[in-house]
């Protein structure tokens, strides 16, 4: 990593509109956005509304552990989505980043053969991506400090 970035809730916004004309220009019109817990929920929700996309789901993932420690694999925690709900649907995962890009071939791993056809939207997309993203607003391999998990949690 070269450095840090900043997102703020601004950009965010300014993303995913970027993200979405993106999606609707290609003229991929998703049955279902999968998002991935906890930084892609934002990102899925923003991109139902803009998309106009009924039907969102998410799946847990459990991954990094804290700043650039993770476990040795991404894990999915219950409740798993049921497939079946996603059978002949067309399926956009959504996540803030696609850092080691391990998480994201973990959940397309997860839809590829059950679904009619399955593509990624991301904010950011680090160089090393095992999953190189049909969406993407900013390649970067800076570390980025997200407005929503920046601040320590409440206790």
């Known amino acids: 990593m070269r450095g840090r970035e900043a997102l703020a809730y601004g950009e965010f916004g300014l993303a995913v509109r970027q993200l979405a004309h993106a999606v609707a ?5 998703p049955d279902v956005i ?31 552990t804290g700043v650039g420690t993770t476990l040795e694999m991404p894990v ?7 497939l079946i ?5 067309r399926v956009l995962i959504a996540d803030d980043v696609a850092d080691s890009g391990r998480t994201l071939k973990l959940v397309r791993d ?25 969406y993407v607003w900013k390649r970067t391999d800076d570390w980025i400090d997200f407005p929503w998990s920046v601040l320590p949690p409440v206790r």
């Open 85 to 89: 709900d996603f059978t002949d649907k």
């Open 34 to 64: 999968l998002g991935i817990a906890r930084g892609g929920v934002f990102l899925a929700g923003g991109l139902a509304y803009a998309l106009d996309c009924k039907n969102l789901s998410l799946v847990n993932v459990e991954f990094y």
């Open 25 to 29: 220009d290609d003229g991929y019109h």
């Open 76 to 82: 999915m925690l219950a409740p798993v989505p049921d």
């Open 110 to 134: 997860f839809c590829v053969g059950q679904v009619a056809e399955v593509r990624s939207a991301v904010i950011y997309e680090k160089s090393q991506s095992l999953v190189k993203c049909e």
